[in-house]
């Protein structure tokens, strides 16, 4: 649980009778929350390492913690709650997250801050551990709807300017909202529900009904909204811009901060859609830029002089190049800074040179406002394949004079500007290219996670927890539809088909180093022929270092569990399991393992016994035990095991092939002291009589 509970740290619970803190106790210590109980309270509970008194009066308690904490999980009337917190709160995004549990723990209301706050993501995980029913009000969740102002939150996006809460009521209206994106991950437009108020196809406007009502720009611009417009806007900023700087030595943190503000400003760019600053390698302790990087908190990417030089630019200087080895550091920088892939792509990004730019040339850039992104629409479908470096005034004029600028300028948005300060020391030059894919600033996760044999009664609260948790969940298409009634809105979910095991662990791993926290569900035990090891196997094929990105694997009931529990207890002795798919392994090994088990009478559970095409293996198999077990072996056949076919059948080993098996069957073998009593099957503890 500690990748799921990471987000919201610092946690605070607070109980004020003996029932609650029972209630909260085992749960704060899954969270690594402090529990806050008060002295009345502190004989009667178990003090543990998590659990702290408080003596004050609850409601001075509060103000004292207030700032503290991150989220603050109450057992107590939501009533008292309300009116403990009221003079406490100041506005959704520095208030914490507020969630209110009831003694007997069958709700958890997510009370403030639910989006920005996450009071609504943690209720959901706290319901899932309660086994409790999560009660959120927020209207997009009730839609089945991400909340617009969380929306770009898993990709790291910024929020820009806009009328957030009336955007929010328009969606909660079901009216239309337009949807302007031009750069960033479209992944969340692909798994909304099929009722939904976005649109995303606005090429035939006005031509087109209902009318919108709102709109959502997903920009690096900075749009100016127009005056007279009634139509309420919000901004999104993908994090896809890079900052190419060169300095001199000592130039100050403030002069870096101005110039890159004004060159934003001035090119109508958002500065929340900067990913990071790029520079030249021996620029990495400058401390003006290593401190404005820290400030602001984005990465510092820097190339070396020969890398850089390799870069070709529209304003190579030789004076620059005498003295640091490169003709580029702005310029080039920010061009490489754009391309490394430390988050490794995924094939529906908008991309630019698909997306939606061609035909800026026609339109003044600087003066971008909403009808201007109309006729870029229409431009975009008159004019194909247009450069972007064409959209800033120097390489523009520079491809008039017919310069051949390579390919790997392309993605130049802002050429070289100088940059002084009266009165500060130091001189910089400052560029800006537009990456591909937006850098997320996030760590991904993989969440490993069994989903135990079907129901969802057998699955582990921890498991649940984490499949509710996640931004994406990736499966094979039965076991996601298994697992439906655990899913939220906004979550990503792709379902595969079930030969695609390999490709389902590198989607998951692709969109873990994009920085998203992806499920990986698999029936069972993730960890048993299940998809644990082939995330894991292809982790370690690609280098991975152990950390990024992080991962937890959740443990379920296999099927072997599962089987043997619907007959008694044949597992009682050693036991082994061995499955009869011969796709990844040697039958010769299979047949070596199935000659051990029965000679070393293990009890043995076999996987994988039978599909359409493998039919033999398991005529095999029971050939080979007949040489070292009598006929009257017993033997349990449980097919779909706590699912809606189940079906059971006590058999002997003499007898098993008469029994339909399909693939989605178990077969548990006894051992020699196995006996049947009763329709139970139970193998003896021990030998000995
Ligand atoms: N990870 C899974 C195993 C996946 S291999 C686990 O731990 O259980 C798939 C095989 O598991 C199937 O061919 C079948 O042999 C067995 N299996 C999976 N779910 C089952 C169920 N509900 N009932 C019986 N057998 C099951």
């Given at each position: 649980m500690n990748l799921i509970c990471q987000e919201f740290q610092p946690i605070a619970a607070i109980a004020t009778t003996p029932t609650a803190a029972n209630l909260l106790q085992p749960i704060c210590q899954t969270l690594g929350a402090t529990l806050w109980i008060p002295e009345s309270c502190q004989k009667i509970v178990n003090l543990s390492l998590n659990t702290q008194v408080y003596t004050d009066s609850l409601k001075n308690h509060l103000v004292n913690i207030w700032q503290e904490y991150n989220a603050i999980i109450f057992c107590l009337a939501s009533g008292a709650?309300?009116?403990?917190?009221?003079?406490?709160?100041?506005?959704?995004?520095?208030?914490?997250?507020?969630?209110?549990?009831?003694e007997a723990g069958k709700f958890v209301i997510s009370l403030c801050s639910g989006h920005?706050?996450?009071?609504?993501?943690?209720?959901?995980?706290?319901?899932?551990?309660?086994?409790?029913?999560?009660?959120?009000?927020?209207?997009?969740?009730?839609?089945?709807?991400?909340?617009?102002?969380?929306?770009?939150?898993?990709f790291g996006w910024q929020r820009g300017e806009g009328n957030w809460n009336q955007v929010s009521a328009v969606v909660a209206r079901g009216e239309t909202v337009q949807v302007l994106q031009e750069v960033g991950s479209t992944l969340w437009q692909q798994h909304l529900p099929e009722q939904h108020p976005f649109d995303f196809d606005f090429s035939e406007i006005g031509e087109r009904s209902p009318t919108p009502k709102a709109?959502?720009?997903?920009?690096?611009?900075?749009?100016?909204?127009?005056?007279?417009?009634?139509?309420?806007?919000?901004?999104?900023?993908?994090?896809?811009?890079?900052?190419?700087?060169?300095?001199?030595?000592?130039?100050?943190?403030?002069?870096?901060?101005?110039?890159?503000?004004?060159?934003?400003?001035?090119?109508?760019?958002?500065?929340?859609?900067?990913?990071?600053?790029?520079t030249i390698n021996i620029k990495a302790d400058e401390i003006g830029l290593v401190e404005f990087c820290q400030e602001r908190n984005l990465p510092l990417r820097t190339f070396s002089g020969e890398l850089l030089n390799c870069v070709e630019v529209p304003n190579p200087s030789n004076i620059v190049a005498v003295e640091v080895g490169t003709s580029s550091v702005a310029e080039a920088a920010a061009i490489l800074g754009a391309r490394q892939e430390q988050n490794e792509p995924?094939?529906?990004?908008?991309?630019?040179?698909?997306?939606?730019?061609?035909?800026?040339?026609?339109?003044?850039?600087?003066?971008?406002?909403?009808?201007?992104?109309?006729?870029?629409?229409?431009?975009?479908?008159?004019q194909q394949n247009t450069d972007i470096h064409r959209y800033t005034d120097d390489s523009f004029?520079?491809?008039?004079?017919?310069?051949?600028?390579?390919?790997?300028?392309?993605?130049?948005?802002?050429?070289?500007?100088?940059?002084?300060?009266?009165?500060?020391?130091?001189?910089?030059?400052?560029?800006?290219?537009l990456a591909e894919t937006e850098y997320t600033g996030r760590t991904g996760k993989l969440l490993l996670i069994g989903t135990g044999p079907g129901k969802l009664n057998q699955m582990t609260s921890a498991a649940k927890t984490a499949v509710s948790y996640a931004d994406v969940v990736i499966g094979y298409s039965l076991y996601i539809d298994l697992i439906q009634p655990l899913f939220n809105p906004g979550q990503i979910v792709e379902k595969m088909p079930i030969t695609q095991e390999r490709q389902r662990a590198e989607r998951a791993i692709e969109l873990a180093n994009f920085g998203l926290t992806v499920a990986v569900v698999s029936s069972g035990d993730c960890g048993i022929y299940g998809m644990a090891g082939l995330v894991l196997e292809q982790l370690?094929?690609?280098?991975?270092?152990?950390?990024?990105?992080?991962v937890e694997v959740f443990p379920g009931v296999s099927a072997l569990q599962s089987a043997a529990s619907r007959v008694g207890a044949p597992l009682m002795h050693d036991f082994c399991a061995i499955s009869l798919s011969d796709l990844l392994t040697p039958w010769e090994v299979i047949e070596k393992r199935l000659i051990a088990a029965a000679m070393a009478d293990f009890v043995v559970a076999i996987y994988n016994p039978k599909s359409q095409n493998r039919?033999?293996?398991?005529?095999?198999?029971?050939?080979?035990?007949?040489?070292?077990?009598?006929?009257?072996?017993?033997?349990?056949?449980?097919?779909?095991?706590?699912?809606?076919?189940?079906?059971?059948?006590l058999t002997s080993l003499g007898e098993l092939l008469e029994v339909s098996v399909d693939m989605l069957t178990v077969i548990l073998i006894g051992n020699q002291s196995t006996?049947?009593?009763?329709?139970?099957?139970?193998t003896p503890r021990g030998y000995l009589g």
């Open positions: 709650v309300v009116r403990l917190i009221s003079p406490l709160l100041q506005d959704k995004y520095r208030d914490p997250a507020v969630v209110v549990v009831d920005q706050g996450g009071a609504d993501k943690l209720s959901n995980v706290l319901s899932r551990l309660l086994n409790a029913t999560p009660v959120i009000t927020g209207a997009s969740h009730n839609l089945g709807l991400p909340g617009i102002d969380i929306l770009g939150k898993p709109r959502i720009w997903i920009s690096f611009a900075h749009r100016q909204f127009l005056p007279d417009s009634d139509l309420p806007e919000v901004q999104w900023h993908p994090r896809v811009l890079w900052v190419g700087v060169g300095c001199e030595r000592g130039t100050s943190k403030k002069l870096i901060a101005t110039g890159i503000e004004e060159i934003f400003r001035a090119h109508h760019l958002a500065a929340g859609a900067i990913a990071g600053i790029a995924e094939k529906d990004f908008h991309g630019w040179q698909d997306a939606d730019f061609d035909g800026w040339q026609d339109t003044d850039f600087h003066g971008y406002t909403d009808d201007s992104f109309f006729q870029i629409q229409k431009g975009k479908k008159q004029s520079l491809l008039q004079q017919g310069e051949n600028i390579l390919k790997s300028s392309t993605n130049l948005l802002v050429s070289k500007q100088i940059f002084r300060l009266e009165g500060e020391p130091g001189a910089m030059t400052i560029a800006v290219a370690r094929a690609k280098g991975w270092d152990g950390k990024i990105p992080a039919t033999e293996q398991l005529v095999k198999a029971v050939n080979i035990f007949l040489e070292y077990r009598q006929p009257e072996n017993p033997v349990a056949i449980v097919r779909s095991a706590y699912r809606e076919n189940e079906d059971v059948t006996g049947i009593y009763n329709n139970w099957m139970i």
